[in-house]
């Protein structure tokens, strides 16, 4: 499907693109990485049949600006996603996040004064020792990767999306999340947001999780091989009175591997304390 954001939020480091969508109570998704708004293609317009549906590319990522010297920290795209609330004037929307977009919406929440009205975080960074596997490689030789010849780059990140569905992707989907990492640019900007992501910002709010009053629910994928299960348990600890639901059969990316499920769950009611 056509995918477009055509309204602009600047910022000191680029171009940050969003699109909005129905009417009703707000609602905005958050994206993480190496994915962009596109992940959002049939979830967003499904809930904009009843609500408003807010969708951004991160900076650095899908639509948005990317440049050298950004800052692509998870602090800065808190910092962003906060600042865009304002500027949608938006006071208690419920947000929707997924991968980063869990870290980026609790730093929001926490450490920026942003106010939400509920929260949705599933298969989500969100704190704990989540700096590993391909992060931990990059973090370390960055340099190196930022050197591999393009057939090898396209195949690193091709194999890492694999990676991320249990079912993997319909047709057709794959090359549209591939297409803003390709090219000297592209694969510049990959390396360039995956070695600035690092676990000093989520730890920086760990010890005030306890604190989140506001209703939260959990959705995790079963399968998920880049945050297993045990992230899911480790936040659940965290926020004792979030609501955790186990997603079967499915991996890191629900909104590919079960997406009538999700949505199931992104349009209940949640559940009264206690």
């Given at each position: 499907?056509?995918?477009?954001?055509?309204?602009?939020?600047?910022?000191?480091?680029?171009?940050?693109?969003?699109?909005?969508?129905?009417?009703?109570?707000?609602?905005?998704?958050?994206?993480?990485?190496?994915?962009?708004?596109?992940?959002?293609?049939?979830?967003?317009?499904?809930?904009?049949?009843?609500?408003?549906?807010?969708?951004?590319?991160?900076?650095?990522?899908?639509?948005?600006?990317?440049?050298?010297?950004?800052?692509?920290?998870?602090?800065?795209?808190?910092?962003?996603?906060?600042?865009?609330?304002?500027?949608?004037?938006?006071?208690?929307?419920?947000?929707?996040?997924?991968?980063?977009?869990?870290?980026?919406?609790?730093?929001?929440?926490?450490?920026?004064?942003?106010?939400?009205?509920?929260?949705?975080?599933?298969?989500?960074?969100?704190?704990?020792?989540?700096?590993?596997?391909?992060?931990?490689?990059?973090?370390?030789?960055?340099?190196?990767?930022?050197?591999?010849?393009?057939?090898?780059?396209?195949?690193?990140?091709?194999?890492?999306?694999?990676?991320?569905?249990?079912?993997?992707?319909?047709?057709?989907?794959?090359?549209?999340?591939?297409?803003?990492?390709?090219?000297?640019?592209?694969?510049?900007?990959?390396?360039?947001?995956y070695s600035?992501?690092?676990?000093?910002?989520?730890?920086?709010?760990?010890?005030?999780?306890?604190e989140v009053?506001?209703?939260?629910?959990?959705?995790?994928?079963?399968?998920?091989?880049?945050?297993?299960?045990?992230?899911?348990?480790?936040?659940?600890?965290?926020?004792?009175?979030?609501?955790?639901?186990?997603?079967?059969?499915?991996?890191?990316?629900?909104?590919?591997?079960?997406?009538?499920?999700l949505m199931?769950?992104?349009?209940?009611?949640?559940?009264?304390?206690?």
């Open positions: 499907m056509d995918w477009t954001l055509g309204e602009e939020f600047e910022t000191p480091d680029g171009v940050v693109r969003w699109a909005v969508m129905g009417h009703g109570d707000p609602v905005v998704l958050v994206h993480g990485t190496p994915y962009s708004s596109f992940l959002w293609r049939d979830v967003a317009p499904a809930l904009a049949l009843t609500r408003q549906v807010f969708v951004f590319d991160h900076l650095g990522f899908g639509r948005s600006d990317q440049h050298e010297g950004q800052d692509l920290s998870l602090a800065a795209h808190a910092g962003h996603f906060s600042r865009l609330l304002d500027h949608w004037g938006l006071s208690r929307p419920s947000v929707v996040a997924h991968d980063i977009g869990g870290a980026v919406a609790l730093r929001a929440l926490l450490l920026e004064g942003a106010s939400f009205g509920d929260l949705t975080l599933f298969d989500a960074v969100s704190g704990g020792q989540w700096e590993r596997g391909l992060f931990q490689l990059i973090l370390k030789q960055a340099e190196v990767f930022q050197q591999l010849p393009d057939y090898a780059h396209e195949a690193l990140v091709a194999s890492h999306l694999r990676h991320a569905t249990h079912v993997g992707f319909r047709p057709g989907i794959l090359d549209a999340f591939l297409e803003p990492w390709r090219g000297a640019q592209g694969q510049a900007a990959f390396y360039r947001q600035q992501i690092r676990q000093v910002d989520t730890a920086e709010y760990e010890h005030l999780l306890g009053s506001l209703p939260v629910r959990l959705l995790w994928g079963r399968e998920d091989r880049i945050l297993p299960p045990e992230y899911a348990e480790w936040l659940h600890e965290k926020i004792p009175h979030a609501e955790l639901h186990w997603i079967e059969g499915a991996g890191h990316l629900l909104q590919e591997d079960a997406p009538a499920r199931a769950h992104l349009t209940a009611k949640f559940k009264a304390p206690g």
